[in-house]
């Protein structure tokens, strides 16, 4: 058990899907070497497949007794999928624009596709990093005991030099975010950026999201919106707290939206554009709590009374949102190679 935790709180209904977190998590980490087909920061949609494709039903962490449940590792071209090229010289000549290989999957797949029909079609997004979870079931599983968690953050790492690319973490873990790096023979996953974290800067992901969505901090501070958010306000919660980790990851659930049409184009009164049942799936029985408080929050702000909840979430000061600390005397960021 680490002394403190780092912990990270994504707001759903802010999240427009642009990918920069991905972007800037690929062009820092895993860009060369081995990682090319890693995903450390994916955006999914969701109703969804994701990333890799079903991973919800690739088994893993612990069951109500506390034992590891049997999972899977997930296969590179049927779950993952393998990156594929256009055919560029040709386009270049005027052809019409084709993969030079099938496409079977891979990132994004069913980007946007989401579930029902027009006009009652309904999506959002879900960012997911490594959940940099309290009970972590990679490192339960790990024969090498080469996983473990920081002490003075809680952040989860896998020790390369102990790591012998036995890949029992990632059939045990249950969101399927670690990845195995064939060039090196070793398991690779998402490090919260902590040679950031100990400059005093936020997670990569986090530094460059367009819809400030991403808040950084302990969850002891009780200044940092984290901990609002976790612990005053109880709007984050959990990613599928039935599997057991204790995730370090939390979401403020998506508002089920605009009410859903009949088919005279009429809005039916009382119903959901996402159905509350679906997200009760994703977060657990507390979204139903978490759905009502916030409702109430907008209603008090409808009514032009003031909510300390509803600022924290606008994020009017970018700088507010990450609560880290003061930079560790002396280090300088390390170059990968």
Same mark, same amino acid.
């Given at each position: 058990?680490?002394?403190? %935790? ?23 980490? =895993? ?13 999914? =949609? ?50 019409? &624009? ?6 079977? &999957? ?45 002490? %003075? ?56 999201? &367009? ?18 958010? &976790? ?14 980790? %204790? ?91």
């Amino acid at each position: 058990m680490s002394t403190r %935790q780092l912990a990270m709180v994504m707001d759903l209904n802010k999240c427009i899907g642009c990918q920069t977190c991905t972007v800037a998590c690929k062009t820092q980490w =895993t860009n060369r070497n081995g990682r090319e087909g890693m995903y450390w920061n994916n955006v999914e =949609t969701k109703p969804g497949a994701g990333f890799p494709k079903k991973w919800e039903e690739l088994g893993g962490g612990f069951d109500d007794r506390g034992n590891l449940k049997e999972g899977v590792v997930p296969s590179r071209y049927g779950d993952y999928g393998v990156p594929w090229d256009y055919n560029s010289d040709e386009i270049l000549k005027g052809a019409e &624009v084709h993969a030079q290989t099938e496409p079977r &999957v891979g990132p994004n797949w069913d980007e946007d596709v989401g579930a029902g029909d027009f006009p009652n079609s309904h999506f959002f997004y879900l960012p997911r990093i490594c959940n940099h979870c309290s009970n972590p079931s990679c490192l339960a599983a790990c024969p090498r005991q080469a996983i473990f968690k920081r002490d %003075q953050d809680g952040i989860v790492l896998v020790d390369l030099n102990r790591c012998e690319g036995n890949r029992q973490c990632i059939a045990a873990c249950p969101y399927k975010k670690i990845y195995f790096n064939p060039k090196l023979s070793k398991s690779e996953k998402c490090i919260f950026c902590f040679p950031r974290i100990e400059q005093g800067l936020p997670p990569a992901c986090a530094d460059q999201c &367009v819809g400030r969505i991403r808040f950084v901090g302990y969850l002891d501070d009780e200044n940092s919106q984290v901990h609002k958010l &976790v612990k005053k306000y109880q709007v984050a919660l959990g990613l599928h707290p039935e599997y057991g980790t %204790q995730p370090n990851v939390y979401y403020v659930p998506p508002l089920p939206g605009p009410r859903r049409f009949d088919k005279t184009g009429k809005p039916i009164e009382g119903s959901e554009r996402i159905p509350t049942a679906y997200l009760e799936s994703l977060f657990g029985p507390a979204v139903h709590d978490v759905l009502k408080r916030l409702s109430a929050e907008l209603d008090k702000r409808k009514k032009g009374q003031p909510s300390e909840l509803l600022d924290l979430l606008i994020a009017y000061k970018h700088q507010d949102m990450f609560q880290l600390g003061k930079p560790r005397p002396g280090f300088k960021l390390p170059v990968l190679k």
